[in-house]
């Protein structure tokens, strides 16, 4: 049995806005907790406070449907508004270059979307410090599958991450058969610790939620920021600490290379309250400084 709720949307959308907003919410290819479905419908399986739920999400003629299984179905349901980003607010946010404003007009429909949900966010962004990408979407796959529990209703292969507890019943050798070293490990157990006092964040304020993160050693503010992005919709939420971030804002915006942190908060500073929002615009457009040097070579700790 499944639960379902259907209803207006305001302002531009269309499917590839409802694919770009929640596609945040993927951890790279094969993502179980995550599916893009060719139909253009999103799926997700999450752990909500009522228990495991999954929820289809489809938006067609104005109107989004979301239809959903599992303990966690009502909670999923209740929310899925906000998911689209209902609560996003954008209308004193004032481009201020040019490139900005052309970004902003051809994406009208682009929403700040938020999951409510904290641990869900926050765990696979542990995994993503100060290593690729493709290590870190690779042992979210590993865990969730290994760790994790079927998603409820029928889509096959989707997987919900393991409760908090769960969490801390990974032993060791697991993490370092899905290539996560001790430091990260130890985050995420130390999160998954308190996690009912890090789920209060999705209710604070950025200034409140991110130092209620923070209070956890082996958070600081680039994972702090990547989680309330998603969890709490933040506009302005910018990621400090990200290797490639200041360097694309600041080739984008002036044509410079070699921007760093500082530097490129001084070219967001006009957008205050929306700092993040200028960077998803300005991600958009594409516009990065040519490479000069090869990727990193991944760096796969499993053989030691």
């Known amino acids: 049995m499944s ?3 259907t209803w207006g949307l305001t302002g ?3 499917r590839h806005d409802l694919r770009r907003n929640l596609g945040v919410l993927g951890r790279g290819p094969g993502d179980p907790a995550y599916r893009a479905a060719a139909d253009g419908s999103v799926w997700r399986a999450s752990r909500t406070p009522d228990g495991p739920g999954t929820v289809r999400i489809a938006v067609a003629g104005g109107e989004a449907t979301a239809q959903a299984w599992g303990p966690g179905a009502g909670w999923l349901l209740a929310r899925a508004p906000a998911l689209l980003g209902e609560h996003d607010d954008a209308a004193d946010f004032t481009p201020r270059h040019r490139l ?3 970004a902003h007009r051809r994406h009208p429909g682009l929403r700040l979307i938020r999951t409510g949900l904290v641990l869900e966010s926050l765990i696979p962004s542990i995994l993503e410090q100060k290593v690729t990408s493709d290590e870190a979407y690779r042992a979210w796959r590993i865990l969730l599958r290994r760790h994790g529990e079927p998603a409820p209703g029928p889509a096959d292969g989707m997987r919900v991450m393991p409760d908090p507890r769960g969490w801390t019943l990974i032993p060791s050798w697991e993490w370092h058969t899905a290539g996560v ?3 990260r490990s130890s985050a995420i157990l130390r999160a998954a610790r308190v996690a009912r006092r890090l789920e209060e964040a999705a209710g604070m304020d950025d200034v409140r939620a991110a130092a209620r993160l923070q209070a956890v050693p082996g ?3 680039w994972t702090a920021a990547e989680t309330l992005q998603r969890s709490n919709g933040s506009p302005d939420a910018v990621t400090v600490g990200d290797l490639h971030l200041p360097k694309i804002i600041g080739y984008a915006l002036t044509g410079e290379r070699g921007t760093d942190d500082a530097a490129m908060l001084d070219l967001l500073a006009p957008y205050a309250g929306h700092r993040h929002r200028a960077c998803r615009l300005i991600l958009l457009t594409g516009r990065t400084p040519p490479r000069r040097a090869p990727r990193f070579s991944v760096n796969d700790i499993r053989a030691l």
Request: hydrophobic fraction near 15%.
């Open 219 to 221: 958070i600081g503010p």
């Open 12 to 14: 531009p959308y269309d």
């Open 3 to 5: 639960d379902t709720r």
């Open 100 to 102: 900005v404003h052309e």
């Open 181 to 183: 070293d001790g430091k």
